[in-house]
């Protein structure tokens, strides 16, 4: 018979296409995993993986097998927590994800008193600042700013927030502040370098070409850069109530920007399986009413 844990090192090698990659993962050795991947070829009679000195790929038959692990380890996890979500405490493993701005100035302030409230919620947090696969990434829910575009996935709208231009006081100082769309042109904007439509700022007046001087690919890293006085950039207001409060960053051309649009949106993105549900929605209840999404 096919051990569960065998299951779990074939994916975690799966995943990671690496022995090593999954070893350190995992924290699991080398030799336990490399034994669990022979144990299950020689029980399915087939080859899982193709080995060279230099590379680990996936045979057809393995890439096929990893579908069905990963529905069958996934059943099983939610015949577990289906038999907690019984227990009148709430019990079990919550993996979130959100971009690192959210996680930074949104949920990590919140998670002290929720994980007082529910001190045997296990807490599992990831950022990322792309899109990723729920089921590829052991994620159960996650935060996403925008439209959404996977129709397989329930979505519960957190709120709105607003996307506005600032720029620091020091910057503003040296160059001047615009006082009309079209005299961003003259100014130093920083934009995002791996991902071209949160570039579009939305403007009431569009320009036709919005030229970037300083790209970077985290939100985070535009912050710094605008803050040092290196430029304009539009950012949301969720991750920079405090500095707008504070003085540190001043908004410009207040009502250049079109309210809503589509990078203004925030929502909660899961799949909608009964035995997490409850968990998920625990969550989702603490949360929606302290974030600082607008002003």
């Known amino acids: 018979m096919i051990k569960t844990e065998d299951l779990m090192a074939f994916l975690a090698v799966a995943e990671s296409e690496s ?31 193709n080995r060279t000195t230099r590379k680990l790929v996936m045979t057809e038959e393995g890439v096929v097998f990893k579908g069905y692990v990963q529905k069958a380890l996934n059943t099983l996890e939610l015949g577990q927590q289906h038999l907690l979500s019984h227990q009148t405490e709430p019990v079990g493993k919550l993996r979130i994800d959100a971009a690192f701005a959210f996680m930074i100035y949104q949920l990590g302030p919140l998670l002290p008193e929720f994980r007082k409230c529910y001190p045997k919620v296990e807490l599992e947090l990831t950022t990322n600042d792309t899109v990723v696969d729920l089921l590829d990434n052991k994620v159960d829910v996650a935060i996403r700013i ?10 519960r709208a957190l709120g709105q927030s607003p996307l506005v231009l600032v720029a620091s006081p020091d910057y503003l100082q040296a160059n001047g502040t615009p006082t009309q769309t079209s005299q961003l042109s003259e100014h130093s904007l920083i934009g995002f370098s791996h991902a071209s439509h949160l570039n579009n700022w939305y403007l009431k007046e569009p320009i036709n070409t919005l030229h970037f001087e300083l790209k970077a690919s985290s939100g985070e890293v535009i912050k710094q850069l605008c803050m ?14 405090r500095e707008l409060n504070d003085g540190s960053l001043v908004e410009v051309l207040p009502n250049a920007i079109h309210h809503p649009n589509r990078r203004e949106s925030i929502q909660a993105v899961y799949y909608k399986q009964s035995a997490l549900a409850s968990r ?11 974030l600082i999404l607008e002003p």
Do not use: C, P, W
């Not at 336990?32 to 009679?45: C, G, H, N, V």
């Not at 959404?148 to 996935?153: A, I, P, Q, R």
């Not at 040092?228 to 109530?241: D, Q, W």
């Open 146 to 155: 925008g439209d959404l575009k996977d129709s397989t996935l329930h979505a």
């Open 19 to 49: 022995f090593s990659k999954a070893s350190v993962k995992e924290g699991i050795q080398i030799a336990t995993l490399s034994r669990a991947i022979a144990r299950l070829e020689k029980q399915l009679d087939t080859t899982l993986f």
């Open 280 to 290: 998920i929605s625990l969550f989702l209840d603490f949360i929606q009413d302290k």
């Open 228 to 241: 040092n006085g290196m430029g304009i950039t539009a950012l949301s207001y969720y991750m920079i109530h």
